[in-house]
């Protein structure tokens, strides 16, 4: 069995410790992941400092380790997705096109053009905003995309001249440690370095003396926790928190239509998608013919191992998310809502539960009100739009929302009155690297991508050079 290794001011790394790595789609342990130390901690910290030191003093050389990096990442797509599939689930074409993805953001970031911010050049002065890195970024990554949303802090944090110790979920460490292998080939040593470990580790990575900036990506509980223990240095922060994303059908969609791109949009990596539609408004003269189209999509789709060709979605990921989606399932229907497709788990190993759509769940249910992060999508019916509207809005998460319409005049005047980070019309989580993705309420705090990414990576200075 191959030794995955931490990667610590440019070394590869292992420990006496280690933790086991789960395949949901067997439930049973397949490989073991090394347990960082604190002082595994502080010497990737002390690593990542001394680096900084060189590494924020040239950017062309920069722009070019990030080429080299994409490049390299490109080279190594199907080795890296095939870890990936075995330990988060999904479909392995869906693992490759993530591993591609870090590539693009790489490149993205290596190919920004950062302009000059001059606000004053005449006889009296010369006045420049300067943007300078911040320091040592703490990188804290979920398990759904470990290896896209790891290279969202990853690459305008480097672009920037910062340097970074990564942490990814313990659910999925294989693939990320992989992945910082492939980049430290072509980075300078120090500056990208990987530790591994539970939740303590991401706790003594807030809490360290280093960084200077935390990039947060996971659940709101865990999120507020992170602002906390930042807050002690005033460490920046950027968060984003997950959603409970709603989908407004409006009276002149194609039920058809709208049902199967409404399914893609709910059940894309098996419904655990921060950004995925998490709850469907439907007129109720259309309710009936949507659910029917998204119970044709349910009926239809596979389910099974990632590493199967005909599969499209596989397991949730761990234990936990298994239960938490059992649960609020179980809990909707005993209050109620009935099961127009699945409603239990598939009857096999691993965590595979049935595609899920449930119809006449109330406001107050779990399924409704809560983000359910899973493969279960609950169906609601509305008499009138302004109700449906302030019904979703009526929660604290705010990260993205869609309507669908066939008049999009309309549907774009209905999404400007939604409370949501992106709002999509006719499509949904259509994110680019170039686009600015955050929340707001409890979904998050700042911004991810495009210039404003590489903006949140960097202190502000004024330069002023008076000439008389």
């Given at each position: ?8 001011d ?5 420990s ?17 992941a090394?347990?960082a ?6 010497d990737a ?8 030191r ?12 990030l080429r080299?990096a ?6 190594a ?18 693992a ?12 993205y970031?290596?190919d ?12 009296a002065a ?19 995309f470990?290896l ?9 944090a480097?672009r ?14 294989l ?28 706790a003594a ?5 280093t ?8 659940s709101?509980?865990a999120?507020k926790?992170v602002?906390i223990?930042s807050a002690?240095?005033l460490?920046?922060v ?12 409006l ?9 199967k791109a409404?399914f893609?949009?709910?059940?894309q990596?098996?419904g655990?998608?921060?950004i995925?539609?998490k ?18 999509e349910?009926e ?5 191992d990632?590493m199967d060709e ?12 298994f ?12 209050s109620g ?11 096999r ?11 006449g ?9 809560e ?24 929660t604290?998460?705010?990260l993205g ?21 992106s709002?999509w ?17 409890w ?7 495009g ?14 050079r008076r000439?008389?």
């Open positions: 069995m191959t030794e995955h290794l931490m990667t610590i440019g070394e590869r790394r292992s006496s410790d280690r933790f086991d790595v789960i395949n949901p789609a067997t439930g049973e342990a397949f490989a073991t090394p347990e130390t604190a002082a595994d901690l502080d910290m002390a690593g990542a400092q001394r680096a900084f060189t590494w924020k003093l040239d950017d062309d050389a920069r722009r070019e380790s080299q994409a490049a390299a990442i490109n080279e797509v199907p080795q890296i997705a095939t870890l990936l599939t075995q330990e988060q689930g999904k479909p392995l074409n869906e490759m096109f993530e591993v591609m993805g870090v590539g693009m953001w790489l490149q970031y290596a920004l053009q950062v302009e000059r911010e001059i606000l004053q050049d005449d006889d010369f006045v420049e905003v300067v943007r300078r890195p911040i320091g040592v970024v703490a990188a804290i990554a979920p398990w759904n470990p896209l949303l790891s290279s969202w802090k990853i690459a305008p480097l920037a001249g910062n340097t970074v110790v990564l942490k990814p979920s313990p659910y999925t460490p693939s990320s440690l992989a992945m910082v292998d492939v980049l430290n080939r072509v980075l300078p040593p120090g500056v990208l370095n990987v530790v591994t470990g539970g939740d303590a580790l991401g990575m807030t809490a360290h003396p960084p200077r900036k935390v990039s947060f990506t996971g709101v509980s999120g926790k602002a223990a002690a240095d460490k920046r950027t968060l984003e928190l997950g959603g409970n994303d709603p989908a407004i059908v009276d002149d969609a194609d039920p058809t239509v709208v049902g409404l893609a949009a709910a059940f990596n098996n655990q998608t921060c995925a539609v709850r469907v408004y439907v007129p109720e003269s259309l309710h009936d013919a949507v659910v029917d189209a998204l119970v044709a349910a239809s789709v596979v389910v099974g990632g005909a599969t499209k979605l596989g397991p949730l990921n761990n234990r936990p998310q239960d938490r989606v059992s649960d609020l399932v179980a809990g909707a229907l005993s809502a009935r099961a127009a497709a699945g409603g239990t788990a598939l009857d190993p691993g965590y595979f539960f049935a595609p899920t759509i449930l119809t769940a109330g406001e107050s249910s779990g399924i409704v009100a983000e359910q992060f899973g493969p279960a999508l609950p169906v609601i019916a509305y008499r009138d739009l302004d109700d449906a509207i302030e019904r979703a809005n009526a604290t998460y705010a929302a869609s309507v669908w319409a066939t008049d999009t005049e309309r549907g774009e005047g209905v999404a400007r009155q939604l409370e949501a980070g709002a019309v006719n499509t949904h989580a259509a994110l680019a690297p170039n686009l600015p993705f955050g929340g707001l309420k979904s998050g705090v700042g911004v991810e991508n210039t404003w990414g590489y903006k949140s990576f960097t202190d502000l200075q004024v330069v002023n000439k008389k």
